[in-house]
């Protein structure tokens, strides 16, 4: 197993040279851990879903160093400029007409006419694709359907040897995955909720509809996703001896056999920063169900409650093969 390397310049140097090779390098954005790979490269692409066991039918998002380079790759309306230039770098992906001509492997798109796009903000996400110079496709750096990693350790305990660099740049410092926005033909289309809000988004190019149907676009839109080992049962009241309670204010329910209080003072941006680390520890105790407290459903708790309910829902077989 690969013990993760501080992203030092020279660390980041040699993973560029593996990216550019073909290989798969695992480092941090702000929101969690990418398992990075050539966005240009089927091969490399393939090997995504091979190591991740991703259905692939499931798109990935593709991140660049500067918009320009995604220009290059997908169209921009006059929507996606306001959005890109309101939150770029940062937690938010749109998802845009492929250019003709765009070199981004269709495996990327899961053969649609779309492509997710990024830029994020974190310094060694950014050094990286900078010292790339390419596109990378970087779903989070788990076996697909489980829990989000948002330290290094939970990449080398959840991939093993199946990557060939972790680079570590600590914490991530939002902690749930990007809002994805669709920008297609129609309205605007929210299609994962995140931390850059809905009423952010409106603020800059007006209302957004919820897609409740048609084909998977983005990561994320599967019914049953970030899912620990433990069954998971939200809007918990009581919790049970034997139960792991996933906890969320002042008052956290008494009785479990183990608690992780997402924000004693009940923040919200604390919440989702500590959200998946918190899964994670709250599943390696063996813990056969984890209760979930409550959670506002406005601004960022839409995403925390999202990713929550994802986590509760009925999961395919196929999501879990590698554990079962």
């Known amino acids: 197993m690969p013990e993760p390397r501080a992203a030092d310049p020279d660390a980041i140097s040699q993973a560029a040279r593996l990216l550019k090779a073909g290989e798969l390098v695992a480092f941090p954005t702000e929101t969690v851990y990418g398992l990075g790979a050539d966005a ?61 001509g765009c070199r981004i492997s269709l495996l990327c ?105 048609g084909p998977i676009t983005a990561p994320g839109m599967l019914e049953s996703h970030y899912a620990p080992q433990a069954a998971v049962r939200l809007e918990a009241e009581h919790v049970g001896p034997e139960e792991a309670l996933l906890a969320f204010g002042p008052r956290p329910l008494e009785g479990a056999a183990v608690t992780e209080n997402l924000s004693p003072s009940g923040d919200l941006l604390e919440a989702a920063a500590h959200l998946f680390a918190a899964l994670h520890r709250l599943d390696a105790t063996g813990a056969p169900a984890i209760a979930v407290m409550p959670i506002p459903d406005e601004g960022l708790g839409l995403a925390i409650n999202d990713r929550l309910a994802r986590a509760a829902a009925p999961r395919p077989v196929e999501a879990f093969a590698e554990s079962n």
């Open 109 to 213: 798109s899961a053969g649609l006419d779309s492509q997710a796009v990024r830029l994020p903000s974190h310094p060694v996400a950014r050094a990286l694709l900078a010292e790339c110079g390419i596109p990378l496709a970087a779903p989070s750096a788990n076996l697909f359907g489980r829990i989000s990693p948002t330290l290094a350790q939970h990449v080398a305990e959840g991939m093993g040897d199946r990557v060939a660099m972790i680079l570590d740049g600590g914490a991530c410092e939002v902690g749930v995955e990007s809002t994805v926005v669709e920008l297609l033909e129609g309205p605007a289309r929210l299609l994962r909720p995140g931390a850059i809000t809905l009423a952010d988004l409106e603020r800059v190019i007006g209302p957004l509809k919820a897609r409740l149907s």
């Open 40 to 100: 240009r490269s089927d091969e490399a692409v393939a090997s995504i879903f091979a190591t991740k066991n991703r259905p692939s039918f499931n798109p990935l998002i593709a991140h660049f160093a500067e918009v320009a380079q995604a220009r290059q790759e997908v169209l921009f309306d006059e929507r996606a400029e306001k959005l890109a230039e309101a939150f770029w770098p940062g937690p938010l992906t749109l998802v845009l007409p492929r250019r003709e």
